[in-house]
């Protein structure tokens, strides 16, 4: 566990192979975190208090009271959606774990930047926030930006793994 907080520093120097994969690795772990927040705001849909908001809301912009139907729909589609999500973070952070790359990190990087910035404009614009409490919002920042650090620093691990591995093929 040690040595995976110390490969989440994208400061860190990475010298040799093992560190360089250690830190390649850790976008992984950035990928599960970003699953566990799909599975947060997934759980919190569910719940009797998202459906309020989501009536309040739905009700705010179209000036008619929701369909109970349609809005139990949409639960269930969301839900599912978030789930096919879950697994695909997970299946990916597989993926990098096994054969570390800069592609995946890049990627994720990207999607965890879109997250934090819709995250904040929801601070400031109580209309874009869906209805979600301050809690699920401030979680969604902590673990977006603690998940932002581990791309970072895998996007650094992967092209020193690489550097490292052409060099030793260049020299053997």
Do not use: C
Request: aromatic residues 6%.
């Amino acid at each position: 566990m040690t040595d995976l907080i110390k490969a989440m520093n994208p400061t860190a120097p990475l010298t040799n192979e093992e560190t360089a994969l250690a830190a390649a690795r850790v976008s992984a772990v950035g990928m599960v975190i970003g699953a566990i927040n799909q599975v947060v705001a997934g759980w919190y849909s569910t719940t009797p208090a998202a459906a309020e908001g989501a009536a309040r809301m739905v009700e705010q912009f179209t000036g008619q009271a929701p369909d109970a139907a349609a809005m139990a729909q949409q639960t269930q589609t969301g839900l599912i959606v978030t789930g096919v999500f879950v697994v695909l973070h997970l299946i990916l952070a597989a993926v990098q774990w096994r054969k570390p790359n800069q592609v995946l990190p890049i990627l994720f990087l990207v999607l965890v930047i879109w997250g934090l910035g819709t995250s904040l404009i929801s601070l400031f614009v109580p209309a874009f926030s869906a209805g979600q409490p301050m809690w699920l919002t401030a979680l969604t920042i902590v673990l977006l930006l603690i998940a932002a650090i581990a791309h970072i620093a895998a996007i650094r691990g992967a092209s020193a793994l690489d550097k490292i591995r052409t060099s030793a093929a260049q020299n053997y």
